[in-house]
Nanobody, 115 residues
Framework: QVQLVESGGGLVQAGGSLRLSCTASINIFRFNVMGWYRQAPGKQRELIATITNVDSTNYADSVKGRFTISRDSTKNVIYLQMNGLKAEDTAVYYC?????????WGQGTQVTVSS
């Protein structure tokens, strides 16, 4: 059973930074695409950043230029560096790892940005 464990969420003032981590229980080379989603209260879950196993990245327009996704294959972890945080970034953040068979989700970590 694959497990994804997230960490790094918390409360931060607008303009501040946080780094989220998502650690997999197996080698991340077994996944084709890894990414971060978020879900704000009353809204649908949205995809905000992805990284492939060849380090190709994509970002939602809402976070482009402020957030950076990266991975460390030696530690089986992906990161989301979030800079210039805004109140509208407040949400529960989920990591998602996919391969040809299925997708796996982390448990979610709360990010709250105070204005």
């Amino acid at each position: 059973q694959v497990q994804l464990v997230e960490s790094g969420g918390g409360l931060v003032q607008a303009g501040g930074s946080l780094r989220l981590s998502c650690t997999a229980s197996i080698n991340i080379f077994r996944f084709n695409v890894m990414g971060w989603y978020r879900q704000a209260p009353g809204k649908q879950r949205e995809l905000i950043a992805t990284i492939t196993n060849v380090d190709s990245t994509n970002y939602a327009d809402s976070v482009k230029g402020r957030f950076t996704i990266s991975r460390d294959s030696t530690k089986n972890v992906i990161y989301l560096q979030m800079n210039g945080l805004k109140a509208e970034d407040t949400a529960v953040y989920y990591c998602n790892f996919r391969n040809s068979l299925r997708a796996y989700w982390g448990q979610g970590t709360q990010v709250t940005v105070s204005s």
